[in-house]
């Protein structure tokens, strides 16, 4: 016996998320059967919402409502630092330890050889032509994960920048050997970024 088609097509959008199996996803869609309707709807629009009126900033790759976003509008900012994530997750933990005031860039990714993701396929062409547009720009902050891929980028970021003037730091001190940006606490992201070190 089959379910019914609604509850069957909802178990099929649950399975399409990371992580989501099929026992998981069917235990999900009987949970939202028996949610109150104005929860289930605010949820409905939130998934849409989050979709549609969100985007990439063109000038850092920050997800934002409006374009460019605001902390590269904010003009009150360091002008003059790029700190460099792998993704947004990265850039709000650092964000919101309050420490650091300048620019960020998103790369949306890390190198990967083994995985076929090369310079091109993660956002270094726009951090280049940001630093060749903006010579206030004096210091790249790469804040790639400390894994194998994360410092495989963060030396081909060295070597691509360094020749044009630009200094160029990597996040240390504190953040153990493996470990994720954004599930480093808030001290020891405030060290790491105090405690850069030149590469
Ligand atoms: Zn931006």
Same mark, same amino acid.
């Given at each position: 016996m089959q379910y019914p088609e609604p509850i069957a097509k909802l178990i099929d959008s649950f399975t399409k998320? $990371? *992580?989501?199996g099929i026992k998981t996803a069917t235990r999900l869609a009987f949970h939202v059967i028996d949610m109150p309707e104005e929860d289930v709807t605010s949820f409905a629009q939130a998934l849409i919402s989050a979709k549609r009126d969100l985007r990439f900033c063109s000038i850092c790759g920050n997800l934002t409502?409006? /374009? $460019?976003?605001e902390i590269c509008l904010d003009?009150?900012? /360091?002008?003059?630092t790029v700190l460099v994530v792998e993704d947004v997750k990265d850039l709000m933990a650092i964000e919101n330890t309050g420490e650091y005031h300048g620019l960020y860039h998103v790369l949306h990714g890390v190198l990967s050889p083994l995985a076929g993701? *090369? $310079? /091109? /396929?993660?956002?270094i062409e726009s951090l280049v032509t940001r630093l060749q547009k903006n010579a206030a720009i004096t210091e790249v902050i790469v804040a790639t994960n400390a894994n194998a891929e994360g410092e495989a980028t963060a030396m081909y970021l060295s070597r691509l920048l360094k020749p044009a003037g630009i200094k160029v730091s990597r996040l240390a001190t504190g953040l153990a050997v493996g470990s994720d940006i954004d599930y480093a606490d808030e001290i020891t992201l405030i060290k790491a970024v105090e405690g850069r070190t030149a590469l």
């Open positions: 998320l $990371p *992580g989501i409502e409006t /374009d $460019p976003c003009t009150s900012r /360091d002008q003059t993701k *090369g $310079p /091109d /396929d993660i956002n």
